[in-house]
């Protein structure tokens, strides 16, 4: 039986390929090169705000208002813990990148691309609506089924309209998974091939392993802090909920998916002592609005990226971006790059274009390590769901009374990751 090959494998064949044919190639062949990622980047801000209608308004028609305060609590904490990240891997960005992108190394990435290898043709190719537009309408029509599927005498009209947009959804997903994704690998090569035709690529990569290893340490920091406030609100050593976390982890860095990492999550949730009630409303609902992990990595790129451009980075200009980030995560799918495709809209608000070269840059950058972003992500939503959990009773939600949890102490981890 034939091996699929994953789709880091192939983005680094494609960076690999990129840079061989960069070095070598003429200006004519790089125009084709050229052509094809002008057109795919056209065809991704189309997409977008279509990601967005789908995926948001999908994900809040799920929810109904009677679930209010719990759904609250949880977008809370989810925010709060986004947040957190965000303004958390900008200060070490602003902290720790200077040691290593300096005036000499900074300078002309941004100028270096564009460069004077246009494309062959174009095609206009315009998306339906921008962003804000499609944010605003999402917001308007999520809450509008929500509130519909709440309320008995109109639930029908709110079912059938939730699953028309679950469908639409669903056509969406197949759209990213079928063209977008597989694309990408020849859109990360085409970036690539340009930067190192203009001798930018040495550069770019001898900068970057150092951001990746500071990446991975935030990561593992930010979980430290998140179950170091699980552990004080539960009285319990931190360091017990982190080793049981350890299969939905293996499962997320093999999947690259915090959708397929669900049903082990909620075991461990249930291993951890969560009511059944809580975990599975907090863990699924953690998986989709919860992503301090690919928080980081964004920030972190988006800085490294600014700065190595000598192009600004204050926290003035940055702390929008991260608030209105936090906020679209809830349209990122569960699916491999998701968080980073739903970033792209919001790109512009720190001065990189959103179908630009510097994009690319982000797309590629981010996918190379999205398997530790997302096992990131879903290890927070644990520590979420264990202080929702302990915490409820004072907001007057009660346990589920099919099954409250045993003490943690009695709980055995039997748990096997299906990498």
Known sequence: MKKKVGLVPKLVIGIILGIVVGSFASANVLRLFVTF???????????????????????????RTGAGKLLGLTLGFAYGFTLISGTFSYLVSRLLFPLFISGETAASVLDANATTVDPLFTIPLSPLM???????????????????????RTSNTGEMMRDLFNGFQSIIQMVLAKTIIPLLPYYIASTFALMSYTGEVWRVL??????????????????????GVAGAVTKTNPFRYLKNQIPAWLTAVGTQSSATTIPINVEVAKTNGVS???REFVVPLGATIHLSGSMISLT???????????????????????????????????????AVMSSLPFLPIIGIASNGPLASLMIALYLTQDSFGTACNVSGDNAIALIVDKIKGQFGIDSDPEEVAEPYEDQTVVIQPEV
């Not at 944010?135 to 008995?152: C, T, W, Y």
């Open 37 to 63: 990622s002008s057109f795919v980047s056209a065809y991704i801000s189309f997409i977008i705000p279509l990601m967005i209608v789908a995926f948001v308004t999908a994900g809040i028609g799920e929810l």
């Open 130 to 152: 921008d962003v804000t537009s499609a944010l605003v309408f999402a917001f308007i029509m999520g809450l509008g089924i929500s509130a519909l599927r709440g309320n008995k």
């Open 206 to 227: 001898s900068i970057f392993w150092r951001v990746f290893v500071i990446i991975f340490v935030m990561h593992f920091l930010i979980l430290l802090f998140q179950y």
């Open 276 to 278: 059944k009630s809580i």
């Open 300 to 338: 972190g790129f988006a800085t490294a990226i600014l700065m190595m451009n000598d192009m600004d980075v204050s926290l003035k200009m940055f702390l929008p971006f991260i608030m209105i980030l936090g906020i679209s995560m809830v349209a990122a799918p569960g699916a491999p790059g998701g």
